[in-house]
């Protein structure tokens, strides 16, 4: 059996059991999950909050931005408590203090310590005790326990409103005024943040942890970590390290073998000669769309990041009142991905006749319906959102035309259908471009095919995002939603990217087909080896058990190992770079993808392992640690990689043209140079900074209106501003050379080779 054939069984056999593994788990979770109550009830039977108010209370919720204002079990948004463990933090000292006046006659902070400790060890078993009744389907609380329920719900319809008491917190939390005008809405808001709170403390029956794994750090009602999260911690660690020992060792033996068979470079660019076809050339604008939608993106992110100093205002004017925070983070994350993702689907259409040499009949017509639904898609989808964050939309329309309040996964229900079926387009003019290619028997032919399997996966996997429905339970939201995130995204679009690189290097004549072949494979079977399973660490502290701590522990960590090696992966990369003259035609497009490698074992290597077991995301999920990672790695991996990918189309697209290298170089070195001042002079110190608070006094703290109010926390966050300004300019010189390589190109002085590409 050849190498080619047993490396496709083995990737085979990896997704039926990865997937398999994954889709089982999910029926565990689904069995497991933190029950929804018909009703919660005094002893004494009065009703204190309905299933129908909660779940009302989490259309509201999903309705004014939901995770992108403050978060939930740790997902969402930075600014903003995460509301979860504040109600936690609030109904506990509400009870201590009702429970000290009841029998000291003195508040609870009047108490001296041993005193308070009473107070705790008394009141620790009734918080964390499971009075989930089975058969009436009620949470039943001691009467002092309601008014303490009572007494939090007061503050969050307060919040929630205009009432001038709590402006200045909503200021702190950059809220908009009255952001829930409607007091039924605001007390079913308060119904819903009471229900995820009592998960995260109430224990699981028979066991001593909550349905949270007892996230988040609380030490006045015990929740601390699990003896799981240590464990599995240290194992993820071990099996990191035994999978860089095998990686490393292979490599060795692999890589020597490689450099004897190394294939000397053509004496010309064989892609100069390259003939585009009309649905080619009908790609340029989606650049052009990408460069719009990115430049827009940063527009966004630096609004949303000085939210966090001026809390309604931008510079004196109260942009809250027509631009809140929930949505310019809304939107700015949701362009982060759509830009990049539409950056790989132009690739995907440009190099299809590329590799195959086919154009198929209406594929240009193809290419400009695609197109057209994906600008209606942001603007139809944005619209949406303005309308459901400022409350004009109304919950009976919201999830299908507003906002979903899932981060990431946002947008509408119907235009995530949209969306979907136009995935499912790309996916039939990508494989219809690529048939011919794939029926040829040649040294490539694998690399097509797993180039075209990428291809079905994307277009099939963000099918994912429509799962769920608005009433499914929220630990089976997240389980869902991390399938597009981190298998569609983080997965099969990287797959997708490396099979492309690696073709066009082998059309470039520097890598033989054979030997890419197994290449591509043997990365894939590596990165999919920690990226299916993988998926399960961020869903440590969702409302499921420990297997799914277990697993993503000891699986994720395995999604570091190719990380490891990523410097033998770079200086082949630049080695193709300096393999001919003719090469330095590529030299941008090949310094995005040594970028690429650069923030591969940086930002999802360095800075993703950071937070990734299961004992450190305890403390940093949901602080600037993690947005460390998501920066870094978003942009610094997929972002450059995009680019890098839009550059090389570019250079096809435009032959003829000389490119301005001044122009380039500005733009290459301010975004990685803006990148790397934003996570250093911000996101690292402050993620240091909460990291400290949270193991301090816990994690409510480390995101209170107290602690970012902090003048520390104003100048980090003030910080930021050399980088995004760095940045800024980075992409604004990239917009600027696209724009002279259309509107006044200057003709390159090489001429075009008469040879065409076998």
Known sequence: MSTTRRLWLSLGTLLVVGFG????????????????????????????????????????????????????????????????ADWLHRETLAWFDLRARATDGVAYTELDPGRQARVQAELRPLIRGNTFDAASERIVVPAQRATAIAQVAAHYASLFSGDPATHALRESYAMREDTVPDVQHRRAL?????????????????????????????????NAPTSAAFIWTVFSVLFMIAGIALLAWHNAVWHHKDKLEALPPPAHDPMRGLVLTPSMKATGKYFWLVLALFLVQILLGATTAHYQVEGQNAYGFALADVLPYALTRSWHTQLAVLWIATAWLATGLYIGPAISGHE?????????????????????????????????????????????????????????????????????????????ALRRKDDTSSIVGLLFLSTVAIGLLYGAGLMWSERTHLSMVEYWRWWVVHLWVEGFFEVFAVAVISFLFVKLGLVRGTTATINVLFATIVFMAGGILGTFHHLYFAGTTTAVVALGASISALEVVPLALIGLEAFETWRHGQAAPWMQRYRWPILFFLAVSFWNLVGAGLFGFLINTPLA????????????HGHTALFGVYGMLGLGLMLFCMRGLRPDMQWNGRTLAGAFWSLNVGLALMGLLTLLPLGVLQLQAALENGYWYARSAEFMGKPIVHLLVWMRVPGDSVFSIGALLMAWFVFRLWVAPRPDPVPVAVAKPA
């Open 21 to 84: 593994i994954l889709l089982w788990m999910g029926g565990v979770i689904h069995r497991q999950a933190p029950p929804m109550p018909q009703a919660v009830v005094t002893e004494r039977g009065e009703i204190v909050y309905t299933r129908a108010e909660i779940e009302l209370g989490r259309q509201v919720w999903q309705s004014i931005g939901g995770q992108q204002l403050g978060s939930i079990w740790g997902h969402g948004a930075l600014v903003a408590p995460d509301w979860s």
């Open 190 to 222: 308060g119904a819903f943040f009471f229900w995820t709170s009592w998960a995260t403390v109430t224990e699981r029956p028979g066991e001593t942890m909550s349905y949270t794994q007892n996230w988040p750090y609380e030490p006045l009602v015990g």
């Open 360 to 436: 198929p009949k209406y594929q240009r017509l193809g290419v400009n319906v695609l197109f057209t639904c994906l600008v209606a898609i942001v603007v139809g989808a944005f619209t949406g959102q303005w309308f459901a964050v400022m409350q004009k939309l109304g919950l009976a329309n919201n999830f299908w035309f507003g906002h979903q309040g899932w981060e990431y996964t946002d947008i509408g229900r119907f235009w995530q259908w949209f969306l979907f079926i136009g995935l499912l387009l790309w996916l039939v003019l990508v494989g219809r471009a690529l048939w011919p």
């Open 617 to 628: 995301l305890y403390y940093m999920q949901g602080l600037n640690l993690t947005a460390l």
